[in-house]
């Protein structure tokens, strides 16, 4: 086995240049194992090389190495647009704005960046700690000894109360906001028959159907009148309502309210939905890793004190943010991402056919032993700056790469740090149901619910 540790950023490549896995091996995979199962089957038999998945009349490409993730994100990113099939399904949700691809998408892309600059996140730091501080003083109703919680929903109330100025304006209550979020999740998870199926038809009901229909009406009902308020408002604010009622298109013109409420349930998705799960691993991992639990408190402990967390902590919790990499790394919530070919080319020898779809797997690229020592191991100091250095810069994408790469990733460590550390500083954190195993869904989720006990310190 090789390793990119300690041997700049070349990475030894794939022992073959095409693997093929047929159609009775992909069921047989899954009958034993389940998705995650089929997938990291896959993951081990194509060791980096590209693979040819045969769904039926589906049947994509795989991609996880490195070399080739460069070829298709950076040196070769305009002949890999996000316009596979699989994108359709999400895209009923999210629209063509900021979750698509094309003109729209640069225009909303334009307009969204500056609220999530360094120079406005540090200028958020302030209300972003006050509301964590408010949403954890709400926890304290809720927990003590032998009263445990879900993690899933206590880190969801939490993620909705940080985003609500910065997304609203606080022109949504927080229980509208635990409504919102509860329809995006269910929404969410009711496409993943559409995102495997892609060949099908919207006019063929597939399961999940319905309660997308459900859950979207929902979102409209709460998003609509969100909207019409701030359009008769000052509209001087920085919140991404403001940021998108004061844009316009690619043509010069306002956004619509369908737009704009595109807009705002796709970076939903990223913000709340994604960063809660996150953040529910975030917990998962370090309990059920003792001594990574104990070396963050630790941390908090002598960067915090007895206080609250403060703007000038964030960027000293140095072990707590290798932890949330690592987090990142092992639980990869975005664990496929799909692209298209538009024109034939040909990856490392693959020929690739115009139309084909590629489907790059960060939850598989994490997990290359030629890449990662010891991959399945959860180690957070593979993540100091000397070994990030010597890794290639595509071996880690959790939040993507190119063009299309997350524009709230700095948000959410800043988020996800603050988080720990103000929840740390208060309790003790124990899991009460481990082990905690991962599923597939449209994220990486957990398999049961996560329950946490909280003591105050």
């Not at 009958?31 to 590209?50: H, K, N, Q, V």
């Not at 769904?55 to 298709?72: K, M, S």
Request: hydrophobic letters at 40%; proline letters at 7%.
């Amino acid at each position: 086995m090789s390793t990119a540790i300690g041997t700049g950023s070349a990475v030894e490549g794939p022992r073959e240049r095409l693997s093929v896995m047929p159609l009775r091996r992909v069921l047989g995979e899954v009958r034993r194992g389940g998705p995650l199962g089929f997938l990291d089957s896959a993951g081990r038999r194509a060791r980096g090389s590209i693979t040819r998945l045969n769904l039926g009349p589906f049947r994509p490409f795989l991609v996880t190495h490195p070399r080739h993730l460069e070829h298709i994100l950076r040196t070769h990113a305009g002949n890999y647009p996000r316009g596979a099939a699989m994108w359709a399904a999400l895209g009923r949700l999210t629209g063509d704005g900021i979750g698509g691809e094309g003109a729209q998408w640069q225009a909303s892309r334009e307009i969204l960046q500056p609220a999530f600059s360094a120079r406005y996140l540090t200028a958020m730091s302030e209300q972003m700690i006050t509301s964590i501080a408010g949403a954890v003083d709400d926890l304290d109703a809720r927990v003590g000894p032998g009263r445990p919680v879900d993690a899933g929903l206590e880190m969801t109330r939490l993620v909705q109360r940080v985003i609500n100025p910065v997304f609203f304006g606080n022109l949504v209550p927080d229980e509208e906001g635990d409504r919102l979020g509860a329809a995006i999740a269910t929404a969410m998870g009711s496409l993943l028959w559409r995102m495997a199926m892609p060949f099908v038809p919207h006019r063929v009901p597939l399961p999940g159907d319905r309660a997308f229909h459900r859950s979207t009406r929902t979102v409209n009902e709460i998003l609509r009148p969100v909207i019409t308020a701030a359009r008769v408002g000052d509209r001087e604010g920085q919140d991404v309502v403001t940021r998108l009622l004061n844009g316009a298109g690619p043509d010069g013109t306002p956004l619509t309210d369908e737009q704009i409420c595109d807009d705002i349930v796709a970076l939903f998705v990223a913000g709340s939905e994604s960063s809660a799960i996150a953040l529910t691993w975030v917990w998962v991992a370090m309990l059920q890793n003792p001594h990574v639990a104990e070396r963050v408190r630790e941390e908090v402990d002598r960067v915090v004190g007895g206080g609250r967390p403060e703007r000038e902590h964030i960027r000293r919790l140095t072990y707590t943010h290798q932890v949330l990499n690592e987090v990142l790394r092992v639980y990869s919530v975005g664990w496929a991402v799909p692209r298209m070919a538009i024109e034939d080319d040909v990856i490392d020898g693959v020929p690739i056919p115009g139309g084909s779809t590629l489907v790059i797997s960060p939850y598989l690229t994490h997990r290359l032993e030629d890449v990662w020592e010891r991959p399945e191991e959860f180690d957070p100091d593979r993540f100091t700056r000397e070994r990030v250095r010597a890794r290639h810069p595509l071996a880690y994408l959790p939040f993507g790469d190119g063009g299309h790469q997350c524009i709230g990733q700095h948000f959410f460590s800043q988020e996800a740090s603050l988080i720990v550390a103000t929840i740390l500083s208060r309790y003790e954190v124990t899991l009460r149901n481990a082990p905690v195993e991962p599923k597939l869904s449209l994220t990486l989720q957990p398999r049961t619910p996560v329950e946490l006990e909280f003591t105050p310190r």
